[in-house]
């Protein structure tokens, strides 16, 4: 199901859709040229990254490529996208909903690869491609380029449609996600503790070394090739025990599954750091985290406690055996991720914030709804109807489709 060919926007830039995987692959040299030319690229903008999402998930993505030429070799702008299918009550019919493409990996950022010396054009001629594609709502949360994602929403709206900065909270509104505290690290790790670090925690960090590490007591160890997937495990299922019963199994499951998806592309490309604390066979804590080398950064995702131990330390010996690591190893950022919890801040850590904005067409369009991308879908959403009894509703969405495919 191939979208439009390439067009052309009013600066002459040929704006192609890609949503096959041999259209992805045929990307790759020219995608990571232009992420080492970027100053705001991320790993989890990274074809690599990006190829883990989209290999095992046919027609529920697509990149917006922006060329000078529609048979230039060099890439000016990339933009990622996830599809999928809504049903409209309102409308009652289908409609295709677009998000970041990297969320298919629950990618902790999102947002564009941009040729610093057409950062402007590039975005511009996306917002014309996708004015002209068919869709209701686009959004896209945990943008890390705050510039670029006003840049984007202002063309968005200059093409029809309205635009909105969202707040996203969780945890009853108490934690701001869209707040991400971050370690800049120093080049030793002796700096840190004395400048960045209170007194009273480096005395703990200190008085755990001695009393636990030193007396071997309780060890640390870090996942490797042969042992990453059962650690992995480990750590998810400490993860689960501390919340299970507070999230619900189902809801504690897919979250689980979705850590475990990131943790399992980040060994498989090479970007896992994944630190355990044992006693003896018991172990008492891990955390997960994705290892950006290329711009020196370590990100946090996941942690797990067992919540049995006694030694309330558990969880804050891991992030500085995890800053120490960071440090020798050459890293300039230790990034917490999403969430201002307050127990960041005596990491040393400080404010980074993201994007989240939603974009809607000003007009309702029934020609600009639904993209065929999503007709499988729509149609297993169709068999579901079905099962379900709602017999009418499924006959509005086949003659939905019979009017598309006719």
């Not at 996203?168 to 700096?191: H, K, W």
């Amino acid at each position: 199901m191939k979208h439009d060919a390439a067009s052309v926007d009013r600066n002459g830039l040929y704006v192609d859709v890609v949503d096959t995987w041999a259209g992805f692959r045929a990307l790759k040299p020219a995608w990571e040229r232009l992420l080492a030319l970027d100053p705001e690229s991320t790993v989890f903008l990274s074809w690599d990254w990006l190829a883990r999402a989209f290999r095992d998930n046919a027609f529920r993505w697509s990149v917006l490529v922006v060329r000078e030429a529609e048979d230039a070799q060099e890439v000016m702008c990339i933009l990622p996208l996830k599809y999928r299918v809504h049903w409209s009550r309102s409308q009652e019919e289908f409609h295709t909903e677009i998000e970041a493409g990297g969320r298919l990996l629950w990618s902790e950022y999102t947002g564009f690869l941009c040729h610093p010396s057409f950062e402007a054009q590039g975005l511009e001629a996306v917002a014309v491609k996708l004015a002209q594609l068919p869709w209701t709502r686009l959004s896209m949360r945990y943008v890390a380029q705050e510039r670029r994602a006003k840049m984007f929403v202002d063309a968005m709206e200059r093409r029809g449609c309205v635009g909105a900065f969202r707040e996203y909270r969780i945890n009853n509104g108490e934690t701001d996600n869209l707040v991400c505290p971050q370690v800049s690290l120093p080049d030793d790790f002796e700096t840190y503790l004395n400048e960045q670090v209170s007194a009273n925690r480096r005395q703990k960090w200190h008085r755990f070394q001695r009393q636990r590490i030193g007396s071997g007591q309780v060890r640390f160890e870090v996942a490797d090739a042969h042992s990453a997937e059962a650690d992995i495990t480990a750590l998810l299922d400490l993860w689960m025990g501390r919340w299970e019963e507070e999230k619900g199994t189902a809801s504690a499951l897919k979250a689980a599954g979705n850590y475990g998806d990131v943790l399992m592309a980040a060994q498989a490309q090479g970007d896992l750091y994944l630190p355990l604390l044992r006693s003896e066979d018991r172990t008492l804590g891990a955390l997960g985290h994705v290892v950006d080398r290329a711009r020196g950064r370590v990100h946090f995702i996941i942690a797990g406690r067992d919540v049995a131990a006694r030694d309330p330390f558990i969880g804050a010996a891991l992030h500085f055996h995890s800053i120490k690591w960071a440090i020798e190893n050459g890293m300039t950022l230790y990034d917490f991720c999403h969430g201002n919890e307050a127990y960041k801040y005596s990491f040393g850590a400080e404010d980074r914030e993201v994007q989240y904005f939603v974009l809607r067409r000003k007009r309702y369009n029934p020609h600009l709804a639904f993209d065929s991308i999503g007709t499988g879908e729509a149609l297993r959403r169709v068999e579901g109807f079905l099962k379900d009894g709602k017999t009418e509703r499924a006959a509005q969405g086949c003659a939905q489709l019979a009017r598309l495919l006719s």
